[in-house]
């Protein structure tokens, strides 16, 4: 059975993965707190923790709510800044069999392709996943992502300045994602991730105040999988480029759902919460299905529900 995919098919270097199955960035620390768990090393990919260029603190407790199905994060990209993920992660990932992938985010688009620039070249990187559902400093505070323009700028900035294959992930928060992702297509990237969490918040009736410390958060789990599918769909059938699918994914029908929307390849982030061994779980469902429904390369079910 062949579970590999190319992530990106037009970059030198390419980004062969294993298997489609990869973590969502934030949800899995630097991948070194769950190799005790599991044998990690099974993954198609891991994506670490957001990675900004000085380290950050992250914003006022409490940055966590349940809801119905879902999760209510106000992390603030807390993380140990890149210098430290050079120094300190990279040289262990740089003993893995499987590829890590390091998820970037500035407040500016200098700040991208500066990180671009430290990241490009270190043992132990094999991508770099752009993160541009976070505010623009310059701009009042809009996500980068939010409009095609200022996403092909970062997209453009960050392939610039790494030979490193580069993944953007798109913010669910904008009027028309398909143009938002046609548009960092254009500018260079080699596949496109989607699923970011979608804005919301929750109230705390007894304090009549918001209940996370910094207002309003991103929503994830189950409660986005349905929107998320479709977001995949509609990309997938915009641009030409990989597709990685993610937002909700718990088990390995959701995964495969995403895969016969149209990804190459799928993120697991909330549901490891859960159960760490979610993504493990989820890549063993997927070959069982392989096996019983007799399919032999896992891209033969990449899009085939687009008819
Ligand atoms: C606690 C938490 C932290 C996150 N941190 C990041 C991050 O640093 N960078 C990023 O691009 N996405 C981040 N995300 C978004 C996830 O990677 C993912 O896109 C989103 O949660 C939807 O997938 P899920 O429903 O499977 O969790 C975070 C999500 C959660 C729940």
Redesign the pocket.
Known sequence: MKLSVQLAPKNKRGLLLANPVMT????FGYGTEYSHLFDIQRLGAI?C??TTLKPREGNPQPR?AETPS??L?S?G?Q?IGAKAVIKEKAPVWATWRVPVIV?I?GETVDDYAQLARELDGVAGISGI?V?I?CPNIKAGGAEFGANPKTAAEVTTAVKASTSLPVLV?LTPNTADIAQVAKAVAKAGADAV?L???LKGMAIDISRRRPLLGSISG?L???A??PV?LYMVYEVAGAVDVPVIG?????TSSDGIEFIMAGASAI?????S?ANPRAPLDILEGIEQFMKKEGIEDITELIGVARG
Request: charge should be positive; hydrophobic fraction near 35%; include cysteine.
């Open positions: 969502a960035s934030g949800t994506i923790k957001g966590l879902g999760l994060n992390i990209l993380n998820n985010v996943e993160n559902g992930k991730s699923i970011n969490t991103g994830s789990g189950p986005i999988k998320a993610c937002g909700g994914i718990a993120q697991v982030g909330t549901a919460f």
